[in-house]
Nanobody, 125 residues
Framework: EVQLVESGGGLVQAGGSLRLSCATS????????IGWFRQAPGKEREGVFC????????YSAGSVKGRFTISSDNAKKSVYLEMNSLKPEDTAVYYCAADPYLSGTTCNYKLYDYWGQGTQVTVSS
């Protein structure tokens, strides 16, 4: 059974940092693309940062370039999202998702099959 569990969300002031973790199990980690997505109230879910563990390709949304980074630890079967210089507009529920057929440059939430439960990130001004 494919499982993804996010952790690391919380409340932080603008300009602060958070590190989200996505622990995975139940699939061959090296073969999958893993993505971080977020959904703010009343807004469509959007891709934030995606990575392919098979070829190392990545995608990042323009709104987070230079502030967020993604990393993958194959030994721990985990993917991390390091978020710096956080802004109030980064407030959302953050989800990690996985799919075995996608490139890391594909960060469309509609194409990912497996999802975690989400973790809340709130950035106060």
């Amino acid at each position: 059974e494919v499982q993804l569990v996010e952790s690391g969300g919380g409340l932080v002031q603008a300009g602060g940092s958070l590190r989200l973790s996505c622990a995975t199990s139940g699939f061959t980690f090296d073969d999958y693309a893993i993505g971080w997505f977020r959904q703010a109230p009343g807004k469509e879910r959007e891709g934030v940062f995606c990575i392919s563990n098979s070829d190392g390709t990545t995608y990042s949304a323009g709104s987070v370039k230079g502030r967020f980074t993604i990393s993958s630890d194959n030994a721990k079967k985990s993917v991390y999202l390091e978020m710096n210089s956080l802004k109030p507009e980064d407030t959302a529920v953050y989800y990690c998702a996985a799919d075995p057929y996608l490139s890391g440059t594909t960060c469309n939430y509609k194409l990912y099959d497996y999802w975690g439960q989400g973790t809340q990130v709130t950035v106060s001004s």
